[in-house]
């Protein structure tokens, strides 16, 4: 069946509080679908909907997919797709849905294979949702803070997952957040597809500075790149702005102590983003004015400077000079 048979058929409602808007473009789904490998590799995807995007990964042929979904009645229409052999998954990959919350999910590296090939009896897995994530939410993109408390494993190795979604506008920067900062298993490379403004920040386009987003991101990814952007009319319902896809790849080294550091400090430091920076540091962190001023002469830096004025160089330079 073709998008609008399969939203006509199931009688499909897009839920506004849910985020749900179906990308309906077929050339975009490949475009996304061809630009990470998918063929032999674990994928998660987040918010498959009605499997838009999914029908594209399974045709790669993964190793395996799981499927992230909070609406109850995609999961039952996933279901039946996958009864009634409109979404046909290959006798080589492993597949789960999972029917929950993403902010909630654990991912295990070691993926439990719940079913592989045809059959959906056993395809929904509350158990590997998390106690909770932790998440603390501050109001606003710029101002979310990831919780890194208590990270027992400093350094991270991979674990060989990718990650690729369309995803709730409303809920883009938190799953940026889990998946590249607060979670011990974390994916290689991620493919998202998010708002256009959004992304743009995260880029660092030329109208837009430096944001707390975009130095947290940088600070965990050794490639941000937009694969393409999406008009609003690839969409049913249309949402009221554009879109674009950013890849993401991880850097394999993590060290959670100075992630801390480098998310309290620039997250100090955007406090007050009209304010100068050297103000929000010392209010925020207490740290003396003069020892302050003195790192910022050194680094020759502007006493005016704002947070958004500078780039992620300067900012792991004042950090460094901060000291522990
Ligand atoms: N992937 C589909 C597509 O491209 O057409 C649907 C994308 S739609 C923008 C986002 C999807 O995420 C919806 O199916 C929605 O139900 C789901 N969703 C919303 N909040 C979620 C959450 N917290 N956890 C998991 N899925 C969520």
Redesign the pocket.
């Known amino acids: 069946m073709n998008h609008l048979e399969i939203l006509r058929y199931y009688g499909i409602r897009?839920?506004k509080s849910?985020?749900?808007?179906?990308?309906?473009n077929d050339e975009i789904?490949e475009r996304i679908a061809d630009s990470i490998e998918i063929t032999g590799k674990d994928i998660l995807?987040?918010?498959?909907?009605?499997?838009?995007?999914?029908e594209k990964i399974l045709a790669r042929k993964p190793k395996s997919l799981t499927l992230?979904?909070?609406?109850k009645n995609?999961v039952h229409i996933l279901k039946s797709r996958i009864a009634e052999k409109d979404l046909i998954i290959p006798p080589e990959t492993t597949f789960q849905i999972v029917e929950?919350?993403?902010?909630k999910?654990i991912p295990s590296p070691h993926p439990n294979p719940l079913l592989k090939g045809e059959g959906i009896k056993e395809s929904v897995s509350p158990l590997l949702l998390g106690e909770g994530s932790g998440v603390r939410w501050k109001g606003g993109i710029l101002k979310y803070v990831p919780d890194l408390s208590d990270r027992d494993v400093p350094r991270h190795v991979s674990t060989g997952y990718s990650i690729i979604?369309?995803?709730?506008?409303?809920?883009t920067s938190p799953i940026l957040f889990r998946f590249l900062h607060e979670l011990e298993h974390k994916p290689d490379e991620m493919v998202i597809?998010m708002q256009k403004e959004v992304g743009d920040k995260i880029c660092e386009k030329k109208w837009y500075h430096h944001s707390y987003l975009s130095l947290a991101l940088q600070y965990s990814c050794e490639t941000i790149e937009e694969i393409c952007p999406v008009l609003k009319e690839n969409?049913i319902p249309a949402p009221k702005v554009d879109s674009s896809v950013l890849y993401f790849k991880r850097k394999q080294e993590y060290d959670a102590p100075d992630a801390k550091r480098f998310l309290n400090i620039t997250s100090a430091g955007f406090s007050a983003p009209r304010k100068k920076v050297l103000s929000n540091l010392t209010n925020a962190l207490h740290l003396p004015k003069e020892a302050l001023s003195k790192i910022f002469h050194d680094l020759e830096l502007l006493e005016t400077a704002r947070a958004e004025e500078l780039d992620f160089r300067k900012w792991t330079e004042i950090i460094e000079k901060i000291g522990k």
Do not use: S
Request: hydrophobic share 50%.
């Open positions: 897009a839920q849910l985020g749900q808007n179906f990308l309906v789904l995807e987040i918010g498959p909907g009605y499997g838009a995007l999914t992230i979904e909070l609406d995609m929950g919350d993403v902010l999910y979604a369309n995803i709730p506008y409303y809920i597809l969409f």
